[in-house]
């Protein structure tokens, strides 16, 4: 029998129409963003444009004043400033995330010590690391519990070089598992590893480029 085109998937992040203004000063003025799943998605924009708050809203962790975001699954929020606690081991950090995350294991975060590479880091407290590892940390508390849909606020900023490629296989699994990644940045290296990347100006996202695959078959 013949058979249809495969349907889209429907998408895992939606946020249409989103307002958000501190007192007078206008941040947000209508934002629209979609994301599918498997989708890796850069939201650029200047210091000041509003990119964190923007996040903030994606994430749940702020109200906007008008607008919608849908979410479908899970959620993984990797803020710019790490929030964890200086007095804690790297270990009590993965215990008490699990826990709060019902995970029988930490399968997941042993995981991810060993492809970041910082499991020698593990019963050190988090006031001792460098900015680098408790990026590290800060990022493995965000995928834990391998969640349908990572948001990450300049994600990268600390990371030496092969830290960088390794976050990159990371988020390359995550696209293929069919994961949505959005990745809020001021500076954007390597364009043609995403899928969709956007402009945040005036409190508005504006597609920047074509589609990975388009970028490719143009080459």
């Known amino acids: 029998m ?4 495969t349907p889209t998937p429907p998408p895992l992040l939606e946020a249409r129409d989103i307002h958000k ?3 007078s000063h206008r941040v947000l003025t209508g934002a629209d963003l979609t994301v599918s799943p498997g989708e890796l998605v850069a939201v650029v924009g ?5 990119k ?3 996040l903030k809203v994606l994430a749940g962790t702020l109200t906007a004043d008008s607008g919608e975001v849908r979410l479908a699954g899970t959620l993984g929020y990797c803020p710019q400033d790490p929030v964890l606690n200086a007095g804690l081991t790297v270990e009590q950090h993965l215990r008490y995330f699990a826990a709060a ?3 029988p294991t930490l399968d997941r975060g042993d995981e991810l010590l060993d492809i970041l590479r910082y499991e020698s880091y593990r019963d050190t407290a988090v006031g001792e690391l460098s900015g680098g590892t408790r990026q590290k940390l800060n990022l493995t508390l965000s995928l834990l ?3 349908d849909v990572l948001l990450l606020d300049e994600p990268y900023q600390g990371f030496d070089w092969e830290t960088y490629l390794r ?3 990371v988020v390359d699994d995550l696209r293929d598992r069919g994961k949505a990644v959005v990745i809020i940045t001021h500076l954007v290296f390597e364009q043609d590893r995403f899928d969709l990347l956007a402009d945040l100006t005036d409190g508005r996202i ?3 480029t074509a589609s990975k695959e388009d970028h490719r078959a143009a080459l």
């Open 52 to 54: 964190s708050t923007l």
């Open 206 to 208: 504006t597609p920047r």
């Open 167 to 169: 976050f990159w296989d």
């Open 101 to 103: 995350y019902r995970l």
């Open 145 to 147: 519990h391998d969640p």
């Open 21 to 23: 203004s501190y007192r």
């Open 46 to 50: 200047e210091n000041g444009a509003g």
């Open 2 to 5: 013949p058979t249809g085109p």
